[in-house]
C-alpha cells in the first residue's frame, strides 16, 4: 500500500465520487504511492446500504463497513511494519529508531 491513502464511500452524497475523488486524485499527482479506495455500497460514514444514501441514514444505528475497517487497519500494520523500535537490538530499553525503509508517512 502506498504512503497515502483516501477513502470514499461510493453512497456519499456529500463528497461524491464524481466530485471530489477526482479533486484527490489530482492533488495527489505528484505521490506516485498515494492509494485510492472506493467503497460503492457505503454512505458518507462507511455505513453500507443499498440504494441512493439520504440524510435519514445518518439517524439509523449501524456499524462501518468491516472492509474499511480491515483496510484501514492493514494499511496502519503495513506502514508499523517500516519501523524498528530497537528492542533487543543494543538500543535502549524503549528506544525508537526508523528501520532503512523510512518512517510511515
Known amino acids: 500500500m502506498g504512503g497515502k491513502v ?14 471530489y475523488l477526482a479533486r484527490w486524485k489530482r492533488g495527489l499527482a ?10 460503492e455500497a457505503d454512505n458518507h460514514q462507511f455505513i453500507p446500504g443499498e440504494g441512493r444514501s439520504t440524510p435519514e441514514d445518518y439517524g439509523r444505528a449501524d456499524h462501518v463497513d468491516r472492509a474499511v475497517v ?3 487497519a492493514d494499511w496502519i500494520a503495513a506502514k508499523l511494519s517500516m519501523v ?3 528492542w533487543g537490538s543494543g538500543g535502549g530499553d524503549n528506544e525508537v529508531g526508523t528501520s532503512s525503509v523510512g518512517t510511515p508517512a
Open 84 to 86: 524498528s523500535f530497537g
Open 30 to 39: 505528484g505521490h506516485p504511492a498515494a492509494d485510492f479506495r472506493i467503497y
Open 70 to 72: 480491515v483496510d484501514i
Open 6 to 19: 483516501v477513502l470514499q464511500g461510493g453512497r456519499d452524497y456529500q463528497v461524491t465520487v464524481d466530485d
